[in-house]
């Protein structure tokens, strides 16, 4: 079980994969890494609003060195721009949008997902503090939780699991997962394959995977 | 019928008062809206045993501005309440990391939305309320929780907090407040959830009557003290970030 970073979706494929999944009209949350990406897909004519955790609804792509507002940045602290019809709100209105259901759906990076839908992203094994953020907030109450990263950590152990090892961000939420490997649903008592990457074969991502692999 | 000045001259006579074991937050997420000159006098002034509230603990990125991790690195600081108090990404390095390991600081880690919501109910009257957040997580373990409606619910108690460190755009001298793009964040929140409140301004303070009333952000009832933001160098203003500090 090692090496599976190499094979499949790059990042931005993984990224590409979960923002086709978004609906036109949606009111999109992307986490800070990976998630990022899904910005840059090409979706058609969906018509897709982006919300940031720091109060800016409606921003747009980031912008070169010499453009950028230094007053205003998306959740990675990016410099980005801002969408006809756009709005900025503070601190509490903008969670006040994440915890009443607005949010359609919120991509984040993790450290584990589980089959029973619980995911970790928020502390690392040994570290005394967390990096919490917004992850908890957009997990318990967003309408939808995806979740993009690599199948395997760099030692090649899965980071699809049967049960978090580690301190989890919240319990049950995850609806779909991508990884380098494909597309994968947590199903309870396991991961349900909806679509492999190119080159990928069912054997090579069920020897990858720490959970019950169901062929769709 | 006037208003009185709020406008003082300098950052170091606007902190000069600031007394050991004050409760302070300071405003900002990323570059915008955070009060880098109000903590460069706040490290020259030197009061400590201070508890500071404020997104992260700073110091994660270059080139390094003013951050919460200063003022724990020059021991004035008792305890972090922050929704950051470990890196976004484990690759990277805070300062803030290697005193609190070695105990010499507290820390309290809090859900953003949570943090944002106990400084607006501090400055709203409201002593506590339930939200979904954290529920099922280590946070949550041996604190109160309720169900309602079907749902689990935590219990969070407000924040209310002695003094508030702001950044806005735009001022007049009764210390009515309008923040630029995302420099709004926590400000207005810190603002009413703190007794004293001290504001760092980037634009000409304006004279009483010169913001039109439906266009402010932060009224001038919270405010207790303005200082106008000089130009560069004297004067600290927001940088592109650059790459992350491995």
């Known amino acids: 079980m090692s090496g599976t970073d190499k094979i499949g979706w790059s990042r931005q494929q993984m990224a590409d994969r979960l923002a086709r999944e978004f609906q036109d009209g949606w009111i999109v949350n992307l986490g800070v890494g990976i998630p990022t990406l899904c910005s840059n897909t090409d979706i058609g004519g969906r018509e897709i609003t982006y919300h940031a955790e720091n109060g800016v609804i409606g921003y747009g792509p980031v912008l070169p060195e010499g453009q950028e507002d230094l007053h205003l940045v998306n959740a990675g602290g990016q410099n980005v721009s801002l969408n006809p019809g756009a709005a900025v709100v503070h601190h509490a209105d903008s969670f006040g949008i994440i915890r009443s259901g607005r949010i359609d759906v919120t991509v984040m990076g993790a450290y584990e997902v589980a089959c029973n839908g619980d995911f970790a992203n928020w502390k690392v094994a040994g570290a005394k503090g967390g990096g919490i953020g917004g992850a908890m907030d957009l997990a318990a109450c967003a309408r939808r939780v995806y979740i993009i990263l690599e199948h395997n950590t760099r030692s090649g152990a899965p980071r699809l699991v049967e049960r978090c090892a580690l301190p989890v961000t919240a319990r049950g939420v995850v609806t779909l997962v991508a990884t380098n490997l494909g597309l994968f649903e947590p199903l309870g008592e396991g991961f349900r394959l909806r679509e492999l990457a190119p080159g990928v074969t069912l054997e090579a991502a069920r020897a990858a995977t720490g959970a019950a692999l169901l062929a769709s | 019928m006037g208003q009185k000045s709020k406008v003082v001259a300098s950052f170091a006579e606007a902190v000069a008062d600031i007394p050991d074991g004050s ?224």
């Open chain 2, 23 to 246: 409760v302070i937050a300071f405003g900002g997420f990323a570059a915008p809206g955070t009060p880098y000159n109000l903590i460069m006098a706040l490290l020259a002034q030197g009061a400590r045993d201070l508890t500071c509230i404020a997104n992260t603990t700073g110091g994660a990125h270059q080139p390094r501005m003013p951050d919460l991790g200063m003022l724990v690195e020059n021991g004035q600081v008792r305890k972090v309440v922050c929704s950051f108090t470990a890196p976004g990404r484990p690759t990277d390095v805070l300062p803030f990391t290697k005193y609190y390991e070695a105990g010499e600081v507290e820390a309290e880690l809090v859900p953003q939305g949570t943090l944002a919501e106990r400084l607006r109910a501090a400055g709203c009257g409201i002593p506590a309320f339930y939200t979904p957040t954290g529920v099922g997580t280590e946070i949550a373990e041996g604190r109160e929780t309720r169900v309602i409606n079907g749902r689990e619910y935590l219990l969070e108690y407000a924040m209310p907090v002695d003094y508030a460190f702001l950044r806005a755009h735009r001022a007049d001298a009764a210390g009515n407040l309008q923040f630029r793009l995302s420099q709004r964040n926590f400000n207005p929140l810190m603002a009413a959830a703190a007794r004293h409140v001290v504001v760092e301004v980037e634009e000409e303070i304006l004279p009483i009557g010169s913001l039109d009333p439906d266009h402010i952000h932060t009224p001038g009832i919270f405010v207790q003290r303005l200082v106008r933001i000089p130009p560069e160098p004297e004067g600290l203003w927001p940088v592109r970030r650059k790459e992350r500090v491995r």
